[in-house]
């Protein structure tokens, strides 16, 4: 798999801290995993979607860039796959480690204009700090809205944008045509 292979993942282009969590998928009966790999890695940021969300300068597919995106994407999963009033302190604790790692530096540029800078000890980093940053901002929008898919089987999650935020799966066209046709199976053969 090169940075050139398509995206095999059924769900891409949800909010970065959204797309890195779905980064794992079901295939068949076994998780598939896009990071298994810094090529897996390579098509992960290079995909339009993701891409378009990362700072600049464009992160290198390299095996510490993919160790900093896993660490950011267990706490992301133990956030978010475990909704409490509480949140579980190891994962609020890890999560913000993979904040600690970079920061916004806010200055005047020579002409006096605000400026924004980004600085990170490792940009290796970045990417994950992204993510991060997403989860967050997220959650400072919508935070009842970032879910995990109904399907009985689906690992895939999902930033519910609908109108009346009753979204259920991850996309109609897998999970939802799924139930919809289990459902109809099952009221065709009760009568």
Known sequence: MSSSS???????????AIDLLNTR??????????????????????????????????PHADTATLNALHEARAALAKLVDTPTTTPDPAALRALNKVLSRARVRHALDPDGRPTTHLEAEDPAWLPAWAAAENYLRLLDDRPGRIRACSGPTCILHFYDVSKNGTRRWCSMAICGNRSKAKGHYARQHTR
């Open 25 to 58: 998928w079901m295939s068949g009966d076994r998780v598939a995993d896009l990071l298994d790999s810094t090529d897996g890695l390579a098509v992960w940021l290079s995909s339009p979607p993701v891409a378009a969300q990362l700072p600049d300068p464009a």
């Open 6 to 16: 398509p995206d095999p993942r059924p769900l891409a282009g949800e909010p970065l």
